[in-house]
């Protein structure tokens, strides 16, 4: 066997391993230091307060969807609505009705059918609105006769059976 010496001593504290003559003697794996009580304590009580937070959570999205099919159920399916832009209409020198409409839709009719007249028909409710005077756009009965104008405008503009009803969601009178 050659001796590997360099000017300084060795090269190698310890002889190489040869790997013709020498097997590897069998290691012996530690045991692991037993876990400290307390650590163990609060990694559980963390992983029992993230379940029971995540339960709770759960039970409350269930407890909201329950809640929305029982009003679906009662009162059917939320309407399909086109809402048409908002119109100011000028009611003389200072006064003015700003309003915001959406038609409720017929079962079998997309939003978009109506909506692509949308400009058109807030035209054609701009000129029919500003030829009624301002008494009759403020006094009582006013939100039935604004409803039969957006009726005709709509059914003008787009074509008739597209939708079942007219919200009214603002009018204002400035």
Known sequence: MATHRTLQGNLFSTPP?????????????????????????????????????????????????????????????????????????????VRA?????????APTVEPDRILRYQDRIADRLFQTLSRIDSETLTGPGSADLLKARIRESVNREAGTGLFRDIYIERMVVK
Request: charged share 20%; aromatic share 2%; net charge negative.
């Open 17 to 93: 391993p040869d790997p013709l003559r020498d097997e590897r003697a069998p290691h012996h794996e530690t045991q692991p230091e037993p876990g400290n009580p307390t650590r163990l304590l609060i990694v559980v009580l963390i992983a029992l307060f993230t379940l029971a937070g995540l339960a709770y959570g759960g039970g409350i999205a269930l407890d909201r969807i329950l809640e929305q099919r029982r009003i679906e159920a009662r009162m059917g399916p939320k309407p399909q609505l086109a809402r048409l832009p908002a119109i100011e209409v000028p009611l003389g020198s």
């Open 97 to 105: 009705v700003e309003m915001q409409v959406s038609l409720v839709l």
